[in-house]
């Protein structure tokens, strides 16, 4: 099993500023990873998928680099709705999940 | 637009089969696949497994002993079974549409229903 470890688990931030989170993988899985942003009560939403493609209709302020087994997610200028939690998610082998990082204002 | 729809009990017995359906709408279940992820408190988010347009299965290692998932593409609904449930198995479950173009994501999901396992 392919593990993913998020960092840090919880963060807060204010408004309009930059926040990055890391997701990491137990091995390489180059560029097979997605990024999730799951609102309280809501199911989970595709923000990024193969790492850095955002998905369409996702704001540009969302965006995701790396590759091999690290890999991090950056909300360029924080707004009040992206409060939530987000996950990576992996798909070399198998899917699995981060156990997300929770971002508060 | 796409929309999905968990439906089935709310609440199953120990030792007990968990059955769950999904119902498509907005568009036809023939050129996708269709996953099953379940979320619990203790283990995040957890893919069970998907069905392919053509009816070819692929579980999670971890609970492959026990589901099955299934497709009727006429009525645009897939199901899920899990069987000899535990409270382990307590979870909000989510069916969800698997793209695959190279890339494979989950672009839409349904709204979730929480399954409890208790006697």
């Known amino acids: 099993d392919i593990q993913m470890t998020q960092s840090p688990s919880s963060l807060s931030a204010s408004v309009g500023d930059s926040v990055t989170i890391t997701c990491q993988a137990s091995q390489d899985i180059s560029n097979y990873l997605n990024w999730y942003q799951q609102r309280p009560g809501k199911a989970p939403k595709l923000l990024i998928y193969d790492a850095s493609n955002l998905q369409s209709g996702a704001p540009s302020r969302f965006s995701g680099s790396g590759s091999g087994s690290f890999f991090t997610f950056t909300i360029s200028s924080l707004q009040p709705e992206d409060i939530a939690t987000y996950y990576c998610?992996?798909?070399?082998?198998?899917?699995?999940f981060g156990q997300g990082t929770k971002v508060e204002i | 637009q796409v929309q999905l729809q968990e439906s089935g009990p709310r609440l199953v017995k120990p030792s007990e089969t968990l059955s769950l359906m999904c119902s498509v709408s907005g568009d036809s279940m023939r050129n996708y696949y269709w996953s099953w992820i379940r979320q619990s408190p203790g283990k995040g988010l957890e893919w069970i497994g998907y069905?392919?347009?053509?009816?070819?299965?692929n579980y999670s290692p971890a609970l492959r002993s026990r589901v099955t998932i299934s497709a009727d593409t006429s009525k645009n609904q897939f199901s899920l079974r899990l069987s000899s449930v535990t409270a382990a198995d307590t979870a909000v479950y989510y069916c969800?549409?698997?793209?695959?173009?190279?890339?494979?994501?989950?672009?839409?999901w349904g709204q979730g229903t929480l399954v409890a396992v208790s006697s």
């Open positions: 969800a549409r698997e793209i695959r173009v190279g890339a494979i994501y989950f672009d839409f």
């Open positions: 998610q992996q798909y070399d082998d198998g899917y699995s």
């Open positions: 069905i392919s347009h053509s009816g070819n299965t």
